[in-house]
């Protein structure tokens, strides 16, 4: 699967979505450097999630973004979703291709090469490690290093997701490094200086 490395931010919503963040994304969209944009929604019913995801769906569609879903499957296929992403304590890549076939799907590996080779013999179609930085996302259990990046390149052609507390200041070392995508979440959304809109813009 060839992917648009110019669009190198694999984009990870809010984890709630108000009525002001559909503009924020079409105007995030528009610079054209989001290449993913994953749906990451926990507590909210599958019927909310469906309606959200339609919305959205159609907008990434607009500007050519791959439209992903976190964590279940099923919601990926209700929404014919161009596929999505699983973690280690999700179904497993293979169970997933029976149930959306060739569609995208990526594979969190945390920290481990382990993990990386398995996700690559499987056929996954990106793997990502993680976290990189200290996130406001998420709760850091698994510190990824710039060594790991260079290690999985050697192993594997499969595209890397670098992922965790990315921002304007640290994201450069990551793509220098060979990291093919930048999962960044906080740093649009919750950044306290910027409006997404011009928080994407200093990522050059």
Not at 104 to 109: E, L, Q, V
Not at 113 to 141: C, E, M, P, Q
């Given at each position: 699967m060839r992917f648009n490395n110019k669009k190198f931010i694999y984009l990870i919503s809010p984890l709630k979505i108000d009525k002001a963040f559909y503009i924020n994304l079409i105007n995030v969209l528009k610079q054209k450097k989001v290449g993913f944009f994953q749906l990451r929604l926990k507590k909210l019913s599958f019927k909310k999630k469906l309606l959200i995801g339609r919305k959205i769906k159609n907008i990434c569609k607009r500007f050519n973004v791959k439209f992903l879903i976190n964590d279940d499957v099923y919601l990926a296929k209700e929404l014919d979703a161009d596929g999505c992403h699983l973690g280690q304590k999700d179904m497993s890549l293979l169970e997933a291709r029976k149930i959306i076939g060739n569609k995208?799907?990526?594979?969190?590996?945390h920290n481990s090469?382990?993990?990386?080779?398995?996700?690559?013999?499987?056929?996954?179609?990106?793997?990502?490690?993680?976290?990189?930085?200290?996130?406001?996302?998420?709760?850091?259990?698994y510190k990824a290093s710039i060594t790991l990046l260079k290690k999985a390149r050697k192993i594997t052609k499969t595209p890397i997701v670098a992922i965790g507390g990315i921002n304007s200041d640290n994201y450069k070392k990551l793509l220098l490094n060979k990291a093919n995508f930048l999962a960044i979440s906080s740093y649009i959304w919750k950044n306290k200086k910027f409006k997404p809109s011009d928080a994407i813009k200093k990522l050059k």
């Open positions: 995208i799907i990526g594979i969190t590996c090469i382990g993990l990386a080779k398995t996700a690559s013999k499987n056929k996954a179609d990106y793997i990502a490690f993680g976290a990189f930085n200290f996130s406001k996302t998420k709760r850091v259990k």
